[in-house]
């Protein structure tokens, strides 16, 4: 059961992993719709993804109150694919640190050029509150 699980979200890491690829790519082309499309198939293996390390999370908690040596808590095959599991969500954090840091410059540069055009700055909310000085002033 414990080795099915691991294999199962290694799978959904994988796919998330290739998602992450797919946006940072996506990000450098300048194609945010597309990046925007994988939203919702990116929430759904969020979901995924917690509720099969809360499954795995239950399972070690129930071994390891009945075993006295912690080197007993895994089998071989499933150290196996929990240590491919670590592999693949220290990639994951990696890759979703870059895609962090290329978003907040994106962000940033549309920040900064609104705020040369209208003198205004433009907060997280996106929400825009034009100075006084501003010669330019923005309609909805």
């Known amino acids: 059961m414990l080795y099915d ?5 290694n799978n959904t890491l994988d796919e998330l992993i ?10 450098k082309q300048a194609r945010h719709t597309y990046l925007f499309n994988r939203n919702q198939q990116k929430d759904i293996l969020i979901g995924k993804f917690a509720d099969l390390k809360s499954q795995i999370d ?3 908690v ?6 006295s040596d912690m080197s007993e808590l ?5 150290d196996a694919v929990f240590t491919d ?18 978003v907040l410059s994106v962000a940033n540069f549309y920040n900064g050029l609104i705020h040369k055009i209208n003198g205004s700055e433009v907060g997280i909310g996106y929400e825009i509150s034009p100075s ?3 010669y330019f002033s923005l309609k909805g």
Do not use: V
Not at 62 to 67: A, C, G, L, N
Not at 74 to 78: G, K, S, Y
Not at 91 to 99: A, I, M, S
């Open 74 to 78: 895994l089998t071989p095959q499933e």
């Open 62 to 67: 129930q071994r390891s109150q009945k075993i």
């Open 58 to 60: 239950n399972i070690l």
């Open 132 to 134: 006084e000085t501003s």
């Open 85 to 102: 599991f670590r592999k693949k969500i220290q990639e994951f954090y990696k890759l979703h640190k870059k895609l962090e840091k290329m």
């Open 18 to 27: 290739d998602i992450t690829k797919q946006d940072i790519e996506d990000i």
């Open 5 to 9: 699980l691991i294999i199962s979200i």
